[in-house]
């Protein structure tokens, strides 16, 4: 097939997180037989509804069609709080709108989370499928790609442990695999 | 004892958000009881890591503050995809900072839930109780106060039902004993 075009949404706004650290590390493992981008989400507002509609922010136009545009998602977080980070539950939050027509309808979504616990923040990826359900996205829910110990795996803002890399490639791969299934629906529809 | 001073969060930011007109019920219904505080989170940036410490923002800071200072909390939120707002995790991930030193820690919440639909966003209590267990709060487990179609309850901006009002205000006398007994503990400390 053509070459899939993935976007990449990170849950972490600060300079050196770990897990826009592992978007970047499969950004390069992944050229040229995948293209993934990152949609950075410092920019978008807190949800509110009076905002929404015709006159959405541009940022959350921005999203909404980087969304749209996509091939399927990666979307990484920390855990805060035994949860997804809400800077990412915002932005799923418009993601989601308008009510039964977002841009994550069916749309194949691998989600990943990252910790320097030994846990992984595996509390976190509970969520953010729960919260994927919803839309509802296409989910890869297996392997689940659970990072721990991850500080010591990144380096020069980048995933560099092999293990890992590998691990989270497996993911993509059957990303991947859904991205083509999408693809066979939508023709066969 | 001396009057308790609440402090009320609600997740939705829209003008006519029915979480927040149910704070300004339970306002005018428990004074002169108990004082009833909203505290609106509109101008609550994004969680960054890179912002925080000594010169966190200024809104952040009246937040943490607000907590502080208050007995005892009450929180509120619509569901949006399965769990709570964005707005109110992003808070509560600024709220739980410095680690181990959060203004939520120990402090007596009350979590409730509004949802047009007969669920009450039963979904989102559960998220909030969880985001909540790892400050950790001192939580309001029983009565669960989900409040469904809820829209049909509310006018003029405040939760006007009576059988509703009555429900809820029994979950805030469990949060007058569990500011009775914080005040003991550390009394006794």
Known sequence: MTQPRLLGLSGSLRRASNSTAVLRGLHDALAPRAALSIFALHGIPLYNEDDDGEHAP???????????????????SPEYNHGMSGVL???????????????LR????????TSPAFTGGVR?????NET???????LVLRP??????VHEKV?????VDEAALRFALAGVDDLLDEVRAARFLRAAA
């Open 106 to 113: 069916g749309k194949p979504v691998l989600t990943m989370t």
């Open 124 to 128: 976190a990826q509970q969520q953010m």
């Open 155 to 159: 380096s020069d803002g980048r995933l």
């Open 89 to 103: 539950k915002n932005a799923l939050d418009w993601a989601s709108r308008p009510f039964g027509r977002s841009a």
């Open 132 to 138: 994927l359900v919803a839309m509802p996205a296409r």
């Open 144 to 149: 689940q790609i659970v990072i721990g110990g």
């Open 58 to 76: 541009e940022s959350v136009r921005a999203l909404r069609s980087a969304i749209e545009t996509s091939d399927g998602l990666i979307m990484i």
